[in-house]
């Protein structure tokens, strides 16, 4: 019986079948939203308002012929995809979906969670790398300079909020100002969440962040030389990833109020649609940076701003044990 | 990456390059240190083609040399032939072309600046310059028929008049340019990471832009005071009151500002236009069909720079020959050169600077001294000592 | 000098706006009054002096003498047979220049403003007009 439970948790729910459908569904408000502010209108015609048009889009990668390079590495070249795509899969087993907590939660799934999400964006540098193309190549290098950048300020912007709820456990984190009362520290922690925003966008590699794949530059940068169905799973990638990243940041920065099991995945699903907004405003509002002025900006701006927060919690933390 | 260079291609087919052209770029990590170029992907053999065709016939066809400014073209060629035919065009004819010529030049800026915000990933500024780059089409279909070959111009005038509705209805429609143009001035301006990726991005300095030919918006943001519309007056240009916009950024800032400073004097001289359009004629009643010998050199300015056509005429109705030099052919160069020492993300746009049309642009290329097809350079001294032997050989006749 | 998201209360804005995007072939678009679309020939007015012929740009136009139908009553004698001309137009060279309704002597030519020309083979892009 605990088999199939574990079955249907991996699957269906939270795995699988509802990452990739939530997943595609925040892929189409992102673009919807960015062609409205764009005033435009956006995917329009595959289901209402366009709403199937990313799974068209990933179905129709599927049925396309997959061509591998004959310079390539064909077994790092095959792996890679299901690598990237097999470990935002896994960090998205460990957000708290329901009732404030995930069925495998354990304390100290913040730390596991952030070093799987670190995983897609070594298997993108071995894909560009190993599929030899001088515009791969260029992104491959991209994307391991921009991981040296925001991955840093990344972690740190999540230390923050495990800091204040003393605690390395998401749904205890997320948790933690309805336990305590205390619901001041929200806005207390808003550089953090800024910060987490910014380099969540950096993860994501999309626009101001971006220039890994910067299709004017090195046309696809890492992905130049994959198609079909490895392409496909690339992209779906992109879309869990989009979904588990701001879930996360989400859980730990917004709160939440339990509630059982609808209301607490009720609650995750509009936290994370709000962070994806942001997301898109800032895609919008900015042009592709260098990738040198991605790292200037990253260590002069971001990771001192996240390390000012760090100090004005850890600052709270002791008044309130002295108080 | 240390010593080690790599030579990416770019070319003849890469997303930001819009037509064909190959560029050979030597990289030493993210760094630039050579760049070279090579044309002649989309050669169409227009000006051979001119040389069948009758000056009517040649007009259009001319028209079709770019698709942003082929009023330009046209209006350059008529210009020439207007030259030989020594023909006077009508007061009224000359404010319209110049009309079209300004109205022309305002929606190859626009185009010109979504462009340059599309290649450096700022697409939210491109959709929106192109959305309001649309009321100048339409005022472009609206006046001639049609949105991007307008074909307005003739021999001796232009084919359409204005009437008064559609006079009114320009000088309307400018306020709303006039409004999204300070916003564009503010956002291109003031946007950090625009302005990140475009200052101090493609420099040429001003004597490297005398020296490298230089022209347009490209050599006036580098200081350079060259402006055909003032310098060589033609059409109305020279009852217009306007400023020749320069800068001293020397980089793709520069070519920014002035582009969009541009637009300001563009929508000023269309006003200017409208307010002082004299009554009569537009075009001249009678053209001869055969143009008597003689030839005509005539400059113009573009949206791009200087557009020079060279016509030579020999009595019949038919053009002898018909050379176009296109404004990117001058700037294309200077903008490989100002390549060198940016970031290979700077590429798109330090190339996208010139606003560069390679169809107008390209040129064959014939390989000399190729042995294996047995063509090889010859001299002048070669080339009549061979006369000499094959008149002696063939005909008996001595030098 | 720098002002970071100075874009953002565009962007907010442009939300609340209906988008300009046409939806075109489900939405007719109309051009305006002097749009120049497919040349057509009255041939009621046409003196066949071929000056449509000769200054086409792209060679899409050929004026040709129709033959008297045979059916019809003999004309009488010594009365002049008024001589017919109808157009083959090459659209698919047409540039819609409009020389031809330029250059005409008598305006047999004009100029339609139908747009939605394009068509699967060459054969229905040979239009003949009489």
Known sequence: MDAIKVLIYIAIFPGFLFQ?????????????????????????????????????????????????????????????????????????????????????????????????????????????????????????????????????????????????????????????????????VIPVQLIAFGVALLTLQAKLERVPFDSPEAETEV?????????????????????????????????????????????????????????????????????????????????????PASLVQLLIVLLIKGWKGVA | MGEKTIRIPIGPQHPFLKEPAKFDFDISGEEIIGARMRIGYNHRGMEKACEERNYYQCLYLLERICGICSHSHTTCYVQAVEDILKLEVPKRGLYLRTLVCE???????FLWLGVAAHEVGFDTLFMY???????????????????????????????????????????????????RLDYYTHIGTHEPSFLARIQGVGKMSKERAIQMCAVGPFARASGLDVDVRRDDQYAAYGDLDF????????????????????????????????????????????????????????????????????????????????KVRAPTMANLEAATESIVGSFIADIPIAIASIDPCFSCTDRTAVVLNDKKKGMRITTWEELRRYGVDWYRKNKGIHF | MKSAGSMIPELLDNIRKKPVTRLYPFEKVTVPEGFRGTPQLNS??????????????????????????????????????????????????????????????????????????????????RLIQE
Request: glycine residues 6%; aromatic residues 10%; charged residues 20%.
């Open chain 3, 44 to 125: 009621a007015l046409c003196l066949g002096c071929q000056a449509c012929v000769r200054d086409c740009t792209s060679e899409a136009i050929q004026i040709l003498l129709k033959k008297p139908d045979p059916s019809a009553p003999p004309p009488a004698e010594g009365a002049k047979i008024p001589k017919k001309f109808y157009m083959v137009l090459y659209l698919d060279r047409c540039i819609h220049c409009a020389r031809c309704a330029e250059v005409c002597p008598k305006d047999a030519i004009t100029m339609d403003r139908e747009f939605e020309v394009a068509n699967f083979t060459r054969d229905a892009l």
């Open chain 1, 219 to 303: 046309v696809g940068g890492p992905l130049t030389e994959y198609s079909g169905k490895k392409l496909g799973m690339f992209r779906l990638q992109k879309d869990i990833l989009l979904f588990v990243g701001s879930a996360l940041v989400a859980a730990l920065f917004l709160g939440g109020f339990g509630g059982g099991i609808i209301l607490g995945c009720i609650q995750l699903v509009l936290k994370t649609i709000f962070v994806v907004i942001l997301l898109s405003v800032v895609r919008a509002a900015c042009a592709r940076i260098r990738i040198d002025q991605i790292v200037t900006f990253s260590w002069k701006y971001l990771a």
């Open chain 2, 103 to 109: 109205l022309e030049r305002l929606h190859s800026h």
């Open chain 2, 243 to 322: 400023k020749v916009i320069t800068s001293d950024q020397c980089d793709v800032l520069g070519r920014v500002i002035v582009r969009v400073l541009e637009i300001a004097e563009s929508l000023k001289m269309i006003q200017q236009l409208l307010t002082k359009l004299p009554e009569g004629d537009i075009a001249v009643k009678k053209v001869p069909r055969r143009v008597p010998a003689g030839f005509s050199i005539s400059r113009y300015e573009a949206p791009r720079g200087e557009d020079v056509h060279y016509v030579r005429s020999n009595g019949t109705e038919k053009p002898e020959r018909v």
């Open chain 1, 20 to 184: 990739s459908v939530f997943s595609t569904y925040l892929e189409w408000l992102d673009r919807k939203l960015y062609a409205r502010m764009q005033n435009r209108l956006g995917p329009l015609y595959t289901g209402w308002n366009g709403i199937l048009q990313p799974v068209a889009d990933i179905l129709k990668l599927f049925a396309k012929e997959d061509i591998v390079p004959a310079s390539a590495d064909k077994f790092m070249f095959n792996l890679m995809p299901v690598l990237s795509l097999a470990s935002v899969f896994a960090a998205g087993l460990y957000l708290p979906i329901w009732h404030l907590t995930s069925y495998n939660s354990f304390e100290g799934d913040l730390i596991v969670v952030a070093y799987l999400l670190a995983i897609p964006s070594f298997a993108l540098f071995l894909a560009g790398w190993f599929s030899v193309s001088p515009f791969s190549l260029i992104g491959a290098t991209r994307v391991l300079t921009q991981l040296f950048a925001y991955e840093v300020p990344f972690f740190l912007a999540l230390l923050t909020p495990a800091v204040m709820a003393g605690s390395w456990k998401i749904a205890t984190i997320s948790s933690y100002p309805w336990t305590s009362g205390s619901w001041w």
């Open chain 2, 129 to 179: 310059v192109w959305r309001d780059r649309e009321v100048v089409m339409e005022i472009l279909e609206e006046i001639s028929g049609n949105r991007v070959n307008y074909a307005i111009n003739t021999i001796g005038g232009v084919r359409r008049d204005l009437t008064e509705e559609q006079r009114k209805k320009i000088l309307g429609s400018l306020d709303l340019l006039k409004k």
